[in-house]
Structures are given as structure tokens and as C-alpha cells.
């Protein structure tokens, strides 16, 4: 007979990685002046954000870098117009979590002309070492249901024949607003990323004497 049952395993751990996803966006009525005053909203970003808080810019990675029209519809002409171009870029930066960096970061945000939308992301470090962890608790309560179910019918596990698994991970993120914050510790004091739940789920099918 054979014993197909799901095992389920679970841990919370402490944020130790952050993530800034971050988007840059500007529209100018030119192309030339999209291509030319889109990447001074980034420079900016750089001089007084990054180096502000002494993070090396080469730490921030490119992953797209797009100028394209910008069009808007016209009720009275039923139709698309061309009202500019647009440049966009969306770059990302890894650093160790630390909230009092964070909450700086967010503050400078407020002097930048064209702050860019950041989104923080919180992650762990050792995320694999863990996730060896939670498969082993989940094998474990695969076998617990199977021995239950074994055990009901008058006979006993013989082996494990075959294993699937589908992972789980719910990653926290938080997008700032620019409220009216004058110093860090207003944000400091209020800001608590939620502990990050690694889950993973076994689909065994198990052999009985």
C-alpha cells in the first residue's frame, strides 16, 4: 500500500538584508532633454543620498534604462497625444540591515527635486542554511501523518519512494512616503519590519509493509 501525505515546515527569523528597489522617473517635453536631465535625477540621488550616507555608488546595480513616449488621451479628439518623453531606470542596492540607515535614507529623500519610488525589501543572509532546516521539519511531519495513517490500517511504514516540494517565502517589503519628518528617530521609532516566515511543503508518497 502505498501513503501519500503532505509535511509542512515553518520557521520566522529576524531580517539581517535589505533591498532597495529603487525607481527613477522623469518626463520633459523633449527627447533630448529626457536623455539629458533623466540621468541627473540619478546623479542627484547618488550625491545626496548614497555618498550622504557614505554607500559606495558602485553598490547600486542597473537593471533597466528606458526613454519612450509619453502620450495621454484626449477626450475631444478620441485619441492618444503625444505629450513628452519619458526616461525611467531601475536600479537596486543589497546593504546590511541597519534601521537607522534606512530611516536616514528615507529623510533625504525629502530634498531631492524628483525623489525616485523606493521599495525595501527585507531578506536573511543565511536564507539556504535555513531553508535545509525547515525541509528537514517538514519531512518529519510527513512522516508523523504517514506513520498516523499506517498505523490506523494495521501496518507499518517501509520506505519513502518519492519527494516534491513547492517553497514558500513571504519577503517583507515597505514602500516610503515622504511625510513631513523632520529627524530620523520620527521614523526610528515607529518602524519595526515584521520577522520573515520561511516555509517549505513535502509531497511524499510513502511504502507500507
Excluded at 527585507?122 to 531553508?131: P, Y
Aim: hydrophobic share 35%.
Amino acid at each position: 500500500m502505498e501513503i501519500i501525505v503532505n509535511g509542512i515546515g515553518s520557521k520566522y527569523v529576524t531580517p539581517d538584508l535589505v533591498t532597495m528597489d529603487i525607481n527613477f522617473s522623469l518626463v520633459d517635453k523633449s527627447y533630448e532633454n529626457a536623455i539629458a536631465n533623466g540621468p541627473k535625477t540619478v546623479i542627484e540621488f547618488i550625491d545626496k543620498v548614497l555618498l550622504k550616507n557614505n554607500i559606495e555608488k558602485d553598490k547600486m546595480k542597473t537593471r533597466s534604462f528606458i526613454v519612450s513616449e509619453e502620450k495621454e488621451y484626449n477626450e475631444e479628439k478620441r485619441e492618444y497625444i503625444l505629450v513628452g518623453y519619458k526616461f525611467s531606470e531601475n536600479a537596486h542596492i543589497t546593504l546590511d540591515y541597519d534601521l537607522y540607515l534606512i530611516s536616514k535614507i528615507i529623510i533625504d529623500l525629502k530634498d531631492l527635486k524628483n525623489a525616485p519610488s523606493i521599495t525595501f525589501d527585507f531578506k536573511v543572509k543565511n536564507e539556504e542554511k535555513i531553508r535545509e532546516s525547515v525541509l528537514s521539519l517538514a519531512y518529519n511531519d510527513a512522516l508523523s501523518k504517514a506513520r498516523a495513517i499506517a498505523t490506523a490500517s494495521g501496518s507499518e511504514i517501509k520506505c519513502c519512494k518519492k519527494v516534491t516540494f513547492n517553497n514558500e517565502s513571504d519577503d517583507y517589503s515597505y514602500t516610503p512616503r515622504l511625510y513631513n519628518c523632520s529627524i530620523s528617530e520620527d521614523i526610528k521609532n515607529t518602524f519595526t519590519p515584521e520577522d520573515i516566515e520561511i516555509k517549505e511543503i513535502l509531497y511524499c508518497t510513502f511504502e507500507t509493509n
